[in-house]
Antibody, heavy 121, light 110 residues
Framework: QVQLVESGGGVVQPGRSLRVSCAASGFTFSRYAMHWVRQAPGKGLEWVALISYDGRNKYYVDSVKGRFTISRDDSKNTLYLEMNSLTDEDTAIYYC??????????????WGQGTMVTVSS | QSALTQPASVSGSPGQSITISCTGTSSDVGTYKYVSWYQQHPGKAPKLMIYEVNNRPSGISNRFSGSKSGNTASLTISGLQADDEADYYCSSYTSSSTHVFGTGTKVTVL
């Protein structure tokens, strides 16, 4: 079945780096734009980043620009989020999500279960 | 990239209808048809309920409907049921080629 499974979360010290991954299955990954969305403990959803189906276009929320990098490896059906210079404000559950119909502008029809990232000394 | 504005909470009795508003600007909700709504139960991932303002994905009850007027989108839940109690979020595409979520609304079934 169509599925997204995140991994790589954990506890990391402020200022350090972490990479989270999202393994896709059950659909043609290379045809879909993909997103990262995060949710801080007890807070609402925040869109983080988007990568087009071909990896050429990447967009970020202002608060992570220059620190986070979204990428994809279609040979592995995997989406990544490289996070640098982490602060406690980056503490959140990180979800990957598939774009409806593969359209960059559209919403998110498939979500992973999320991976928790905790930034703490 | 300010969050879209939603009421913090909405409540209703079983069988009633409720409406959740989502107010943005002419740079997001007011310009694009790409407004979606998500349901999130505690400890769970969000679930798509409405996409492109008023379209329901396969498997979503027709008790859920969406609309838009100007810079404000709305989600209506009719025939309110106990399982509808959850947090609801709207989202929109923006003129900066990014996406933005609403502040979230907690729906309580009395």
């Amino acid at each position: 079945q169509v599925q997204l499974v995140e991994s790589g979360g954990g506890v990391v010290q402020p200022g350090r780096s972490l990479r989270v991954s999202c393994a896709a299955s059950g659909f043609t990954f290379s045809r879909y734009a993909m997103h990262w969305v995060r949710q801080a403990p007890g807070k609402g959803l925040e869109w983080v980043a988007l990568i087009s189906y071909d990896g050429r276009n990447k967009y970020y929320v202002d608060s992570v620009k220059g620190r986070f990098t979204i990428s994809r490896d279609d040979s592995k059906n995997t989406l990544y989020l490289e996070m640098n210079s982490l602060t406690d404000e980056d503490t959140a559950i990180y979800y990957c999500a598939r774009t409806i119909f593969g359209v960059v502008a559209d919403g998110f029809d498939i979500w992973g279960q999320g991976t928790m990232v905790t930034v703490s000394s | 990239q300010s969050a879209l504005t939603q009421p913090a909470s909405v409540s209703g009795s079983p069988g009633q209808s409720i409406t959740i508003s989502c107010t943005g600007t002419s740079s997001d909700v007011g310009t694009y048809k790409y407004v979606s709504w998500y349901q999130q139960h505690p400890g769970k991932a969000p679930k798509l309920m409405i996409y492109e303002v008023n379209n329901r994905p396969s498997g979503i009850s027709n008790r859920f409907s969406g609309s838009k007027s100007g810079n404000t989108a709305s989600l209506t839940i009719s025939g309110l049921q106990a399982d509808d109690e959850a947090d609801y979020y709207c989202s929109s595409y923006t003129s900066s080629s990014t996406h933005v979520f609403g502040t979230g609304t907690k729906v309580t079934v009395l």
